[in-house]
């Protein structure tokens, strides 16, 4: 159940059989050989805080690691899109995902695609999403 409280407005939801239909279609999409490569690159990344911007434009635009990793970033903010529109249970979301961890390990290179190509909005929901669950 995901509860949220605004002055004296209090709302209550929970999952539906569509939320968790939905949710196990993004997990098979989530076993993607490219998806599967970028989470390991990534999580690679991990000894040194995350991908930097540097290191990720280095990877050259038409590796397959380079896809590898903007699949993990497209994914992620899809399912941030979904829950900022109400289409996906936002409590189901993040007791299902590690999101924040996630964007930690890539946010120097989304930060770095948003600046380099003068983007404000690019990655919000993804950015929004994790940080909904450090709160």
Same mark, same amino acid.
């Given at each position: 159940?995901?509860?949220?409280?605004?002055?004296?407005?209090?709302?209550? /939801?929970?999952?539906?059989?569509?939320?968790?239909?939905?949710?196990?279609?993004?997990?098979? *999409?989530?076993? !993607?050989?490219?998806?599967?490569?970028?989470? #390991?690159?990534?999580?690679?990344?991990?000894? /040194?805080?995350?991908?930097?911007?540097?290191?990720?434009?280095? *990877?050259?635009?038409?590796?397959?690691?380079?896809?590898?990793?903007? #699949?993990?970033?497209?994914?992620?903010?899809?399912?941030?899109?979904?829950?900022?529109?109400?289409?996906?249970?936002?409590?189901?979301?993040?007791?299902?995902?590690?999101?924040?961890? !996630?964007?930690?390990?890539?946010?120097?290179?989304?930060?770095?695609?948003? #600046?380099?190509?003068?983007?404000?909005?690019?990655?919000?929901?993804?950015? #929004?999403?994790?940080?909904?669950?450090?709160?």
């Amino acid at each position: 159940m995901t509860t949220t409280t605004r002055g004296d407005l209090r709302v209550e /939801t929970r999952p539906t059989q569509t939320d968790a239909q939905l949710m196990l279609q993004l997990a098979q *999409l989530g076993q !993607t050989p490219l998806m599967e490569r970028g989470q #390991a690159l990534l999580w690679k990344a991990r000894e /040194t805080g995350g991908m930097s911007w540097e290191e990720f434009q280095q *990877l050259g635009v038409e590796s397959e690691d380079h896809a590898a990793v903007m #699949a993990v970033l497209k994914w992620h903010e899809t399912i941030g899109t979904l829950v900022k529109q109400g289409l996906l249970d936002r409590g189901l979301v993040l007791d299902w995902l590690w999101v924040s961890g !996630t964007w930690d390990l890539c946010k120097d290179v989304a930060l770095g695609q948003r #600046a380099e190509l003068g983007v404000p909005q690019m990655w919000e929901n993804f950015e #929004a999403l994790a940080a909904l669950q450090q709160d």
